[in-house]
């Protein structure tokens, strides 16, 4: 006996999904009484969005770390995490999960280590999948979210959000216990797009 | 665009029938030809043979020595009666096992073919089985890399899970892209 149930495909990756991606995570979140979505949000712009769409829910905003662009940069303006903060909505900056050491080590030796291993897997499916694990484990490790709760957690390529799934999050040392649930949508890729720039040659 | 995926309250064997009627509506809708199974005992690639009759049936089996050293758990007799059929069975070391496996099982260390499996594992173990065929299928030459493909995976036995992608070789696995999920168990951690 199986669920049959809807997942949208876009037909590209990127931030023009964003709209439609909230309004599916509106839609399941009421379906499956969902209450709690992450959202990553580098800017602010997604941020606010969700909070218009996904009212209501609680919201965990997670935005790149400080110095991921540029040395001691933080993308997210200040003002706007004041705002949201005030309307209650924790805004989470932190080390990235799949980053951190990994991405040192990937930068200064050009060696792939765990986190980039990872995170490359993931991709996959998609960097916006990538960022749907990321987020919830940080805000986990960061104690905004309740252990055992099913929620929803958005991904994104660059900027916006173009991937959804539902989730019940883990802590970063538990990252393979973790297990996705549904996944409501995600870009569908076209297979003749040239590889990435930057491949090795064999 | 809105497509279907079905759900499965628990992963494992039970799904195979519903799997395979879910991959032959897709790949008619698709026009997609090729499509790969995975199949330990025969068991499963019996029914698809049956299911999926018309289409071109690829059946990825356990490495030989996956079980027990020098043991192929296919039967012989199986693989020559779907061969007979015209449907490929291939045997060769597993993608995401191989060295990894053996730097596991000799040193306690997990190396990259096992991070990256259960990476994969956090959709489900037919997740990493259809990802893992796909990458084998393409480095015996089962399927070439500029077509379109249905992969199916399971847990232990049979199917759970059912994915639409291009395939790659295994040196090329971090350019793969998963376009669909057919289908999936829900995994509830």
């Known amino acids: ?101 990994s991405y040192a080590m990937r930068d200064m030796y050009g060696t792939a280590m765990l986190g980039v291993d990872m995170g490359n897997a993931l991709r996959t499916l998609g960097q916006g999948m990538k960022v749907v694990i990321e987020c919830p484990m940080a805000a986990m490790d960061a104690g905004l979210l309740t252990w055992g709760e099913e929620i929803i957690s958005m991904g994104g390529t660059n900027r916006g959000v173009d991937t959804a799934v539902t989730l019940r999050p883990v802590h970063v040392r538990d990252f393979f216990s973790l297990r996705v649930n549904e996944i409501l949508c995600k870009p569908r890729f076209d297979p003749d797009a040239p590889p990435p720039a930057g491949r090795k040659s064999s | 665009m809105t497509g279907a995926i079905s759900y499965f309250p628990q992963a494992g064997q039970q799904n195979t029938g519903a799997v395979l009627q879910c991959v032959a509506a897709r790949a008619r809708e698709l026009r997609i030809r090729r499509v790969l199974v995975p199949s330990t005992t025969g068991a499963t690639a019996l029914a698809a043979a049956d299911a999926l009759a018309g289409l071109d049936l690829v059946v990825m089996t356990h490495e030989a020595g996956f079980a027990r050293d020098g043991e192929q758990e296919f039967p012989a007799g199986t693989r020559l009666a779907l061969e007979a059929k015209g449907i490929a069975v291939h045997t060769v070391t597993h993608a995401f096992g191989g060295l990894s496996r053996a730097m596991r099982d000799k040193f306690s260390t997990h190396v990259i073919g096992d991070i990256v499996a259960n990476t994969l594992r956090i959709f489900g173990q037919g997740m990493k089985v259809a990802v893992e065929i796909t990458l084998m299928a393409a480095d015996c030459g089962a399927v070439r890399t500029d077509e379109t493909v249905i992969a199916m995976g399971g847990s232990d036995h049979g199917l759970d899970t059912a994915i639409v992608c291009r395939p790659v070789n295994a040196q090329r696995f971090f350019d793969l892209k998963v376009q669909e999920v057919l289908c999936k168990p829900q995994m509830h951690g």
């Open chain 1, 1 to 101: 006996m199986s669920v049959e149930a809807r997942i949208v495909y876009f037909d590209k990756p990127g931030w023009r999904c964003t709209d439609e991606v909230l309004a599916i995570c509106r839609r399941r979140a009421d379906e499956l009484g969902i209450g709690t979505a992450v959202v990553p949000s580098v800017t602010g712009s997604t941020a606010l969005k969700a909070l218009d769409v996904l009212q209501g829910m609680k919201l965990v905003i997670v935005t790149a770390h400080t110095g991921y662009a540029r040395a001691n940069l933080q993308s997210f303006p200040e003002a706007r995490r004041r705002e949201l903060v005030a309307k209650g909505v924790p805004v989470l900056t932190a080390p990235h999960v799949f980053g951190g050491l």
